[in-house]
């Protein structure tokens, strides 16, 4: 029980005080679900009249709660009885205060829910001249008192470099095995002798501080060195898949500008079109040379690019300072690697993973167990982790899967598994944890735009595991914020768009003003910093703790690759012989889903979607080519008019069905 008193004001006076409870209600849900359309059961429980509430942020809060008057006033109609309620109030009093329960569903707590009310009807009663009922957040002390500690996350990082941090790193253990793979091990004396010798070749080169460097290296200790060496002299590194068309390698050589590029020998002709000049890559054998001095520590300056998957079809470089790194790995609990841990190299220098897999290791004196580049399969990847005795990994979450189903015994070694990049399914992490005691898994979320990890949560007791897994709070050095449209803040337990801030976030998009300054900003009034919006949407559940509910747009994430589908449509579209198209994915978790498109072709011609697939290819990265396609006379719709997605995926067959049998229309 507890009394809630709508304050004495000029409104409350000239409208009667259950209207402006019943608007604060209204408001209140609205700023927890998102919606702005709310039908409100009000009366006897049994048979409650429903009033429509609208939700208008630029009207003034008087003339909002004027307008819920006038619809409590004339409403009629009733509710099923029977209609369960997510949420029910009742109140009880006379003139100004009233007293009554709450009964919330889920993990919302009804007291926090109360208290955010109560917050909302002073708010709107006490409302200024002037103000919009944007400004009305319906957030108590107590709410706002949750998102303070959620981000009391400060810590004080060193002022230095990830190169400079390694050098002391060989300072404290320099005969510990720093780094390993299948033909050599160096310790990490050993391989600052390398990284030394690889920076005076690029010097020689003419690279120095503020370049770019294209590291095209299999995963193996030359990648490695070539990485270090590329800090060492003040450069920022960057990987590149040469596998993919060479349009789009062209696309990341235009925004990325190397001075040089570190390649195996069997690529160089790849990058010979581009023009690039070319550095030798480490081999076992070399002899020390002049020691190239490193540069002064400065953790502003670029550490390397990070080239998204392309959403688009045209990646962005997201450029992320030594200080993001630093912030990453310093200290930080989720990790937990040190001397004597083994730690599993395995994502490509391309994918973002690597930056915690390089620096996690390295940077506090653990060894770097180097996954072969031909190993690719689940058991392959399992035989390593025993073979090598790793003890700490991280696996995307697709990844995760397949080798807990196929080699789920190569786990047990491992104390520490981290995974993420999509959906953590939580059957596949309640099973590791039980067959493994003493395992804890961490579900590693973040964009690469926030170097990395945003947040983390961790679990090693199977029996906590009865849903899906959180995405956890904020770590060290990072503060998360859930706005709305309009970039306002929400209370805990309201569903918005999730904000990164702190010393994680990129400088911005290489070479791309506009991408930057739409995706990088200061874009809200309630939030005096510069964020980063990830168009995630999720919600600050009971414990504090964030949840993801999916995107705030079109675009899908499979096998870690991020992928716009109005991008793929617009490509199809500007192909000749095609009147319309449609993008869509089966259903499924990353590792099954599967691109399927739709087209209607201009009747007569020739073109089928074997012609249509192997021009996609030429345009855009392999991933975001459809495996499965369908020739229609229209795009099928369903009863509420939308486009069927389900009627697509059920008659799509792989292209080459098409090419043997002749065009099909649905």
Known sequence: MREIAVPRSELSLSVSPPAVLLAAFGLTLARLTGVSTLLVGVGDPDNPVPIRIEIDDDLAPEAFVRAVADSLARSVGTIDAEHRFNIAVRLDGTGQSFSGYVDCADDLPADRFVLDYAAAVAQLAEAASGVTLADVRCISATSRQVLDDINDTSRVFPESSVDCLFRDMVARWPAAVAVRDAQSALTYAELAVAVAEQAGLLRAAGVGEGDTVLIGVPRSVAEVVAVLGTLWVGAAYFGVDLTQPAAHTARILAKACPAAAIVADDAAGQLAPFGVLLVNAWQRGWQAGEVAPPVAPDPDRLAYIAFTSGSTGHPKGVAIPHRGVIRL?????????????????????????????????????????????????????????????????????????????????????????????????????????????????????????????????????????????????????????????????????????????????????????????????????DVPERLYRTGDLVRIDGSGRLRFLGRADDQVKIRGFRIELHAISKALRAQDGVEESFVTVTDGDSVDKRLVAAVRLTPGTAITPVDLRDRLRDELPSYMVPALWAVVDQLPITTTGKIDRRRIAAIARPAGAFAKQGQQAA
């Open 329 to 525: 790995v310093h200290n930080s609990e989720y990790l937990a690697l040190g001397p004597g841990e083994r730690s599993l190299r395995l994502a490509s220098l391309a994918f973002d993973a690597s930056t915690l897999e390089l620096w996690g290791t390295l940077l506090t004196g653990a060894t770097l167990e180097i996954c072969p580049p031909e190993a690719l399969f689940p058991n392959e990847i399992g035989a390593l982790l025993v073979g090598r005795q790793v003890t700490v990994a991280f696996l995307t979450a697709g990844l995760f899967g397949l080798v807990q189903e196929f080699a789920g015994e190569s786990l047990a070694g491992l104390r520490h598994l981290m995974t993420g990049g999509d959906v953590v399914p939580d059957e596949h992490v309640r099973k590791a944890l039980v067959r493994n005691p003493g395992l804890v898994i961490t579900n590693c979320y973040g964009p690469t735009e926030n170097t990395v990890v945003t947040t983390s949560y961790s679990v090693g007791d199977p029996a906590s595991v009865n849903g899906p897994v959180p995405i956890g709070s904020p770590v060290p050095g990072t503060r998360i914020y859930v706005l709305d449209k309009r970039g306002r803040l929400l209370t805990p337990g309201a569903v918005g768009e999730l904000y990164a801030a702190g010393d994680g976030l990129a400088s911005g998009y290489v070479n791309d003003k506009a991408e930057t300054d739409r995706a990088f900003g200061f874009f809200s009034p």
